[in-house]
T-cell receptor, first 109, second 118 residues
Framework: GQNIDQPTEMTATEGAIVQINCTYQ??????LFWYQQHAGEAPTFLSY??LDGLEEKGRFSSFLSRSKGYSYLLLKELQMKDSASYLC??????????WGAGTKLIIKP | GAVVSQHPSWVICKSGTSVKIECRSL??????MFWYRQFPKQSLMLMAT?????????EQGVEKDKFLINHASLTLSTLTVTSAHPEDSSFYIC??????????????FGPGTRLTVT
């Protein structure tokens, strides 16, 4: 079956760095997405990785290792507004998104 | 660019009535639209995928006669919840993917519709 695993909840301190991991097992792979979702709102796109390596975009970076079925989202210089759920999603061979359950990130002052 | 709107943002309806939710791509042609449902503190659950001009493909466990999806144009898809019951109360989110939005197959999400059935 298809499976996406990510931690349920993480806590970090304002100004610090946090890494949210995602492991996956899917039928085929056409890329991995990270989305941010604030409570009561729709997800917003953060990053897309289809090749191995690190993609950096401002304070956020995303890493992919296809051989290991592994990705992480790295958030630097954490701000209170970064408190949200972070969703990992993999696009399978049918170009359907398979969603993880999301990681709730709590930022403390 | 790549903006998706949903209407209404929230709706309260009585049990047994039907509710229609609209999803529009405002600045691109949405060849494929997705409808998701999200219960509190849970992840997104894909309900169905619709391609413009063809019947929607429903996920296992989703009743196609209860959740009617129409994707009649490249900019509009509708989801009608028929004979709504309190257990249908949820956050319904549409997303769209289409031409002119890049090569990443990114899905652009609407803001969601919160449905409460009393």
């Amino acid at each position: 079956g298809q499976n996406i695993d990510q931690p349920t909840e993480m806590t970090a301190t304002e100004g610090a760095i946090v890494q949210i991991n995602c492991t996956y097992q899917t039928s085929g792979f056409n890329g991995l997405f990270w989305y941010q979702q604030h409570a009561g709102e729709a997800p917003t796109f953060l990053s897309y990785n289809v090749l191995d390596g690190l993609e950096e975009k401002g304070r956020f970076s995303s890493f992919l290792s296809r051989s290991k079925g592994y990705s992480y989202l790295l958030l630097k210089e954490l701000q209170m507004k970064d408190s949200a759920s972070y969703l990992c999603a993999v696009m399978d061979s049918n170009y359907q998104l398979i969603w993880g359950a999301g990681t709730k990130l709590i930022i403390k002052p | 660019g790549a903006v998706v709107s949903q209407h209404p943002s929230w709706v309260i309806c009585k049990s047994g009535t039907s509710v229609k939710i609209e999803c529009r791509s405002l600045d691109f042609q949405a060849t494929t639209m997705f409808w998701y449902r999200q219960f509190p503190k849970q992840s997104l659950m894909l309900m169905a995928t619709s391609n413009e001009g063809s019947k929607a493909t429903y996920e296992q466990g989703v009743e196609k006669d209860k959740f009617l999806i129409n994707h009649a144009s490249l900019t509009l898809s509708t989801l009608t919840v028929t004979s709504a019951h309190p257990e249908d109360s949820s956050f319904y989110i549409c997303s769209a993917r289409g031409t002119g939005t890049g090569d990443s197959y990114e899905q652009y999400f609407g803001p969601g519709t919160r449905l409460t059935v009393t």
